[in-house]
């Protein structure tokens, strides 16, 4: 525990504050303090060529912890661990020259005890620029309009050795700045970013149960339609007036037999047989529906019947 403290002073009072923190050793075996899930990342950049360096530990015997590592899309390491009770292992990543100015990325999963433990560290890989010292050999600060001068710039190490670079220089009257403060914007060069895509997600939680259909009953009503007046093809000038002889579709739950009364364009059209003109003779027992005698006679001297279909009237 860190502590600091403000002694009083004339007219306020003391005032003090508290910040808990972990003491430990990478050298150690041994777990600093009991904890399920311990993890810390030893570097945050690294040569190429050079380990990544991580701790991992659990307080619980026999603690298996799933390590992976990717770099550029893809995957440079995965491996399972088994941990004895409160021991810390130092893990390390190997990097090569090809991932240099690249990220690589570690990360460690553990479920215990309906717990999800995750963690994510990312590494730098890269050559930090060396130190480089700029003296200006030669120097004038004042010139005649028209006149050239050369002005000399010498680039060498800390250390005083040269140096291999490269120098970009421009020239401005400074005069203008009276008007408008002149500044240079820094030089930015782009760089490859791989985000992490390996890395695990989930929770542990508590989840209501759905129903997967609705099987209440529905007792709304169903209306019930009716068939439309048959106007015969009669028109009140409006689209519906004039379908009104159609009955419902064929989708309808409600079913009802076509009407048999037709226009004599429809029966024509249909092609159905004229009707037959018939007499009938009576006897005191039946009804035939054949001519004899007399009536033969008189059957056979009337006119044939009209082949044109009945018409209403």
């Keep these: ?5 403000v002694p ?13 923190f972990t003491l430990y050793s990478a050298a150690s075996a041994k777990l600093p303090l009991p904890t399920p899930d311990w993890f810390v990342t030893l570097q945050d950049s690294v040569l190429p060529g050079q380990p990544a360096r991580f701790l991992v530990g659990s307080s619980e015997a026999e603690a298996r912890i799933l390590v992976e590592a990717e770099a550029k899309g893809e995957s440079l390491r995965r491996e399972w661990l088994t941990l004895q009770a409160g021991e810390q292992r130092v893990l390390e990543v190997p990097t090569t020259a090809a991932l ?6 570690v990360h460690v999963t553990q479920v215990r005890d309906n717990r999800l433990y995750l963690h994510s560290a990312t590494v730098q890989v890269a050559t930090p620029p060396a130190p480089l010292v700029l003296s200006i050999a030669t120097f004038r600060d004042k010139l005649q309009p028209g006149q050239k001068e050369t ?36 030089l930015e060069f782009p760089r490859p970013y791989y985000p992490a895509g390996l890395a695990w997600t989930g929770r542990f939680g508590v ?19 009716y068939p439309h007046l048959n106007w015969w093809r009669y028109s009140l000038g409006n689209e519906e007036s004039r379908n009104d002889y159609k009955l ?13 009364i037709k226009q004599d364009v429809e029966v024509i059209a249909a092609g159905a047989p004229a ?4 007499r009938m003779s009576v006897s005191s027992d039946k009804v035939s529906d054949t001519a004899s005698g007399e009536n033969a006679a008189e059957a056979a001297a009337a006119p044939p019947p009209s082949t044109a279909a009945p018409r209403l009237i």
């Excluded at 525990?1 to 403290?5: D, F, N, Q, V």
């Excluded at 240099?100 to 990325?105: I, R």
């Excluded at 989840?207 to 339609?225: C, I, Q, R, T, Y």
């Design 100 to 105: 240099s100015e690249a990220q690589l990325y």
């Design 207 to 225: 989840e209501e149960s759905n129903g997967l259909f609705d099987v209440e009953p529905n007792d709304s009503d169903v209306a019930v339609l």
């Design 248 to 260: 419902l579709s064929k989708n309808s739950r409600v079913r009802f037999t076509p009407p048999m």
């Design 8 to 20: 009083a002073t004339a007219g306020s009072e003391a005032v003090q504050t508290e910040q808990p």
């Design 151 to 186: 002005w000399r710039v010498t680039i060498h190490q800390a250390a005083g050795q040269p140096a291999q670079a490269e120098l970009l220089a421009t020239l401005y009257d400074k005069s203008l700045d009276v008007f408008r403060a002149h500044s240079f914007s820094g």
């Design 275 to 278: 009707p037959q003109a018939l």
């Design 1 to 5: 525990m860190l502590e600091a403290t």
